[in-house]
């Protein structure tokens, strides 16, 4: 199956190779006949060499398109491609051939741009495969250990996981501590201790001592895998979401197959007119008609955003998600790393008095323990604490209750609020205050007295409050997806006035969610940035990854935010309402042309040169239109970015 895909994807490579030359080569075959002083004849020669060079790639595909479009809708639907064609072939039955060439390379070219705009490529995976574990160690009866391969595992077999190691799958601790790393899988940014008959995930870090463990699910049924399939799924179901020109295409080119031969059939009846000149004006009317400013009403002023928007950090991997942002009702985010920071900081301490120790004692003896300590909570407090001497301390670590060091015939501890059966009135107070804040609360104790609290949170992004104001200004719902207690979510979404709170979920979870949202509210936009948010990212309308984020979220994602910085989503929401308006503006000002010169058409006031003169001006107006977007001003909000 790998082959066949691989093959399908060579030969669709090799195809849009072969069309992109072959235009070039019509290009320079209409230059050739454009500028050099050759007969009239081979002229028009060269002209349909020109559109039969540059044009069969999208003549053919508008016709594979219209049959396959027609049947699932159970009528004629026909595209832009289909008008082109006819338009092409009328101008060259009134014997334009350069009209019809020149018709044929604007809609061809603006069609390759579009192509290399979106990027229809399938998004790659691998960096997502890799975090797959590959191995096993397998622990026989006898209590010898092997390395075997993770898909040669059965539920009940016993494994040892060695300090670095990965979790090869999920199950359950047999015995002993671990401290893992679980924020591949479930977003929790702080590393979660567990001890016997916890559940532990494939694919999360063993951060500390080695433990054993039970196989309880199939390789194929881990948290991961079930990640790994959530984005194939998605990835071949995405549906193409259609553009505002795309949504016009069937009833715009009916309408006009439908007059054009009405109107030549006709006219001689109700104007008087010959056979001959009816069909002249009916040809003109096909030239007039085609859709090259309309055509060109959306990918110049697409192009020109996605340019725009690079310059200022937001990368759009297709035209169509920049399209449709601007209609995005509902945008989901992921807590850790996107709203937060990602790693914890140290925001409240309290000490309490105790014999002949001073506060500076504390937080010296405080600092030295936390040294010894490989842990990102010791990280927190060696960056808040500056302390004022330095000694030798003998440190030892229990895992599940902290640690522990002896100094000057005192006894020290640093651990769990619950390690302590009894609290000083003022630290329970304390404790209570900040785990309601959605803060983790440690507590230093000397000869088993607790004496102090240390609060650490993971603190929200510094812009990311302006761009949710910016976001609930524009009318758009707000939510916040964490694998965090909703408890310590609130305490964030708060601080941020973020909506609404959905917490203690895992990876599957995030994709169904979004689902969700989508049947309630209309379209969804995710923003994340680990491998945890990769389904999610694939089930949105649009999804965003951070730029720091992992390889997985920015493969899957539709857009990339670069430096972490929310205030660039503001502006990409921005941009993309300009670019929607602006869009507007080209396809009425197109239709307002064509009308315009229908009716003088009609009137007789119109020939060939008049009518490609116009349409082509039209055509260079609306892209000019669309290329504003390069230039665009930041707001006095945005200015800031760089």
Same mark, same amino acid.
């Given at each position: 199956m790998e082959e066949a895909e691989h *093959? +399908?994807?060579? %030969?669709?490579?090799?195809?849009? /190779?072969? =069309? #992109? #030359?072959?235009?070039g080569l019509g290009l320079l075959i209409y230059l050739v006949a454009l500028l050099t002083p050759i007969g009239a004849v081979t002229k028009n020669v060269f002209y349909a060499v020109t559109i039969l060079l540059s044009g069969y790639h999208v003549i053919w595909e508008g016709i594979i398109e219209t049959i396959a479009e027609s049947k699932e809708h159970h009528s004629l639907r026909p595209n832009v491609h289909i008008l082109m064609t006819v338009a092409t072939i009328g101008a060259c039955i009134i014997g334009d051939f350069n009209e019809g060439a020149l018709l044929i390379l604007i809609f061809a070219g603006a069609h390759f741009l579009e192509e290399y705009a979106e990027g229809k490529s399938k998004r790659e995976i691998k960096g997502l495969l890799a975090l797959n574990p590959t191995e096993a160690r397998l622990v026989a009866e006898d209590g010898s250990v092997s390395t075997v391969a993770v898909?040669?595992? *059965?539920?009940? %077999?016993t494994l040892k996981v060695?300090?670095?190691? +990965? !979790?090869?799958?999920?199950? *359950? $601790?047999l015995n002993g501590h671990a401290v893992l790393n679980e924020s591949a899988i479930t977003g929790e940014s702080m590393p979660v201790e567990k001890s016997s008959g916890d559940i532990v995930f494939g694919g999360t870090i063993n951060q500390h001592v080695a433990f054993s463990m039970i196989v309880t699910k199939d390789s194929s049924e881990t948290v991961l895998s079930k990640v790994l399939h959530l984005v194939e799924e998605s990835q071949k179901n995405l549906p193409k979401a259609a553009t505002k020109i795309k949504k016009l295409e069937p009833?715009?080119?009916?309408? @006009?197959? =439908?007059?054009?031969?009405?109107? $030549?059939?006709? =006219?001689?009846?109700?104007?008087?007119?010959?056979?001959?000149?009816? #069909?002249?004006?009916?040809? !003109?009317?096909?030239? !007039?008609?085609?859709?090259?400013? #309309?055509a060109a009403s959306v990918v110049p002023a697409t192009l020109s955003g996605i340019s725009n928007l690079a310059r200022h950090g937001v990368l759009f991997k297709?035209?169509?998600y920049l399209n449709n942002l601007a209609d995005i009702k509902v945008v989901?985010?992921?807590?850790?790393?996107?709203?937060? *920071?990602?790693?914890p900081e140290v925001t409240d301490s309290f000490f309490l008095p105790f014999k002949d120790h001073s506060e500076e004692l504390m937080i010296n003896v405080l600092v030295q323990m936390e040294q010894s300590a490989n842990h990102p909570l010791a990280d927190a407090i060696l960056n808040h604490f500056s302390p004022s001497n330095q000694f030798e301390l003998s440190v030892s670590t229990e895992l599940g209750k902290g640690l522990t060091a002896v100094y000057n015939d005192h006894r020290y501890t640093i651990g769990k609020p619950s390690n302590h059966s009894e609290l000083p009135e003022s630290l329970r107070a304390k404790v209570t205050q900040f785990s309601q804040e959605g803060k983790t609360v440690v507590v230093f104790g000397i000869d088993g007295t607790p004496v102090g609290v240390i609060a650490m949170m993971d603190l929200p992004n510094k812009n990311a409050k302006a761009a949710i104001k910016h976001l609930k200004d524009s009318g758009v719902h707000t939510v916040m997806l964490t694998g965090d207690s909703t408890v310590t979510g609130e305490a964030i979404a708060n601080q941020l006035g973020i909506d609404e709170v959905i917490g203690n979920i895992l990876p599957e979870d995030k994709a169904s969610i979004v689902k969700d949202l989508q049947k309630s509210n209309g379209s969804t936009a995710m923003i994340g940035d680990g491998v945890n948010d990769a389904p999610a990212l694939v089930q949105a309308d649009i999804g965003f990854a951070m730029g720091d984020g992992t390889d997985v979220a920015i493969d899957v994602a539709d857009a990339v935010i670069m430096q972490n910085d929310l205030r660039r989503l503001s502006y990409a929401v921005l941009i993309s309402k300009r670019l929607k308006s602006i869009v507007w503006q080209n396809i009425f000002f197109s239709l307002?042309?064509?009308?315009?010169?229908? @009716?003088? /058409?009609?009137?007789?006031?119109? %020939?060939?040169?008049?009518?490609?003169?116009?349409?082509?001006?039209?055509?260079?107006? @609306?892209?000019? /239109?669309g290329l504003r977007l390069l230039t665009t001003p930041l707001l006095k909000k945005q200015a800031s970015l760089h």
């Open positions: *093959k +399908q994807h060579h %030969d669709h490579s090799h195809s849009h /190779n072969v =069309a #992109l #030359l072959t235009y898909s040669a595992l *059965k539920t009940g %077999d060695l300090p670095g190691d +990965q !979790v090869p799958t999920d199950g *359950k $601790i009833t715009y080119v009916l309408t @006009v197959l =439908a007059l054009v031969p009405l109107f $030549i059939v006709l =006219a001689p009846y109700i104007m008087g007119w010959t056979y001959y000149e009816s #069909l002249y004006r009916g040809m !003109v009317f096909l030239t !007039v008609l085609s859709p090259c400013a #309309l297709g035209g169509t989901a985010f992921d807590k850790t790393g996107t709203l937060t *920071k990602g790693e307002a042309v064509i009308a315009l010169l229908s @009716v003088l /058409n009609v009137l007789g006031k119109m %020939d060939i040169g008049l009518g490609v003169l116009a349409h082509e001006g039209s055509t260079l107006v @609306v892209i000019l /239109n």
